[in-house]
């Protein structure tokens, strides 16, 4: 049906940059919302930032000013750039994306998780 794939995750150290990418394929008609989660061990997974069907982007709190979440339309992809990291950015970054597929259901789809590291 849909399927989410992800890159760019690693290790770098803190005050460094990462760019990660998800590209979206499949049965795909129609987006609602692309982007981001993590989850730390221990945490609950939270939204780092997505983009909406509009253009509207939508970050956390913990990464407003650090973060920038861009979209490529024609491939389906969406790219944070992750700057200014700290060691509590450290998590594992899954993509998800909300969309309609072309067989008229509304799903939401979760990537496979790459895996963030950030050193002090």
């Known amino acids: 049906q849909v399927q989410l794939v992800e890159s760019g995750g690693g290790l770098v150290q803190a005050g460094g940059s990462l760019r990660l990418s998800c590209a979206a394929s499949g049965r795909i008609f129609r987006f609602n919302a692309m982007g981001w989660y993590r989850q730390a061990p221990g945490k609950q997974r939270e939204l780092v930032a997505n983009i909406i069907s509009s253009g509207r982007t939508n970050y956390a709190d913990s990464v407003k000013g650090r973060f920038t979440v861009t979209r490529d339309n024609a491939k389906n992809t969406v790219y944070p750039q992750m700057n200014s990291l700290k060691p509590e950015d450290t998590a594992v970054y899954y993509c998800?994306?909300?969309?309609?597929?072309?067989?008229?259901?509304?799903?939401?789809?979760w990537g496979q998780g790459t895996q963030v590291t950030v050193s002090s």
């Open positions: 998800n994306a909300d969309l309609w597929t072309i067989t008229g259901v509304r799903s939401k789809y």
